[in-house]
């Protein structure tokens, strides 16, 4: 019989002091994910795909105006809103905490995308196209999505399942890169970030994966729209911002 | 008089006994194409006729069997990746540069891949086991897991999925690998089932 797999619980932590906004992880996110390129007229239409983007605020006046980064990426919901709404059981959430899209159940409501606060679920309005001298630059682990299926980032669970085959047929835990008593995992914007702003790691292995353990306990930690109770798998670091003052919210 | 539900009458007014004709072809088709024999169970043709036989044949006492090569001693890569792969063709000319044939056909089909060679390009063999675009598949874990289970070599569990290779002059599908069979396999082994360990 097959052994039981490790109970997993994957989770990404984005320090957004370190962001610089360079967009080096949605180009890696397009790449390893056979993201379709966007063009102007798509972003017009709200219809461009991106697993991930930077978000852009400007905070203050003229001449002391401060650019704000803040990566998105799907949260991976603990409870997420996205599932319950599909009528063919095309999203759900398996036990490594993944908020999973099935594809080939998909049939393309777009009740899931409707019902996400956090827009990062995204329909394919066309089939998807590339010119002819980035054909060989698709990622055969990754499925070319066609017209009519909705799709978000998976955590590059294409990157954790070959770490996890890695693992079994060298004996070698699975962990944080840059061990060579483990097989390192990360995924495609992880592996791009060049300032460290994005770690991903396994809640329940803190042993293999100790950055993530201690920065998600971190006393600047918090999560987007937490107020609705999504529990989600992606947890925020607060700018450090030194200059800033003391507000009091809610007062 | 008796209540008919206009669902059976209206085709049969409008198209009368073609109607039932045109309906009967179509459950045909389509029972067929769901029970019968999957697409590519005659096999593809090659462009050469590569006989599996000859290679992965038991040997006889006589010396007219095959030369018992074990599966992977060509294709490769079938404990270290996903895909098992298909041998170079330098690694066929290891042996054809001095094996020529002893049969006329024999002679003619190893020139081919001599001419191959020569050439420097590669043998554009057709695919007769193809997994839909969103089934990820990797052969590694799958020959591990049987091998150890049934405690033989890795090349002997290849016929779970493959069949028996060794007596195909040309090679065939032997299953459907619709999902119902994956699935029926991982439960027996208690693999896992989630959606994500293959679709993605």
Redesign the interface.
Known sequence: ??T??RDRKWQFVVDMDRCSGCQACVVACQAENNIPINSEAQFNQHRAVEWIRIERYWEGEFPNVKARFLPVLCQQCGNAPCEPVCPVYAT?H???G?N?Q????CVGTRYCQNNCPYHIRFFNFWEPVWPESLRNQLNP????RSRGIMEKC?FC??RI?RAE?DA??TGKPVGERGSEQEVGLQPACVQACPTGTLVFGDLNDPEHFPTLAKLVKHERRFRLLESLGTEPNVVYLKKVDLEAKEEVHGA | MPRVRPSIVVPLVLFGGGGLAVLGVAVFFLANAWFGVPVGAQGPVQPIAFPHTVHAGAPAEDGTGGLGLSCTFCHRNVEQGAAATVPAVEQCMFCHAAVGGTTETAQAEIQKLRDTAKVGEPILWKRVYRLPDHVQFVHDVHVRLLSQQQGVTPSETCSTCHGQVETMIKVTQVRSLKMGDCVDCHRQYTAPTDCAICHY
């Open positions: 019989m097959v039981p797999r759900y398996n036990n490594e993944l999973v099935v594809y080939n159940r682990d990754v499925t070319v998976t669970v294409q399942r085959l079994a047929r």
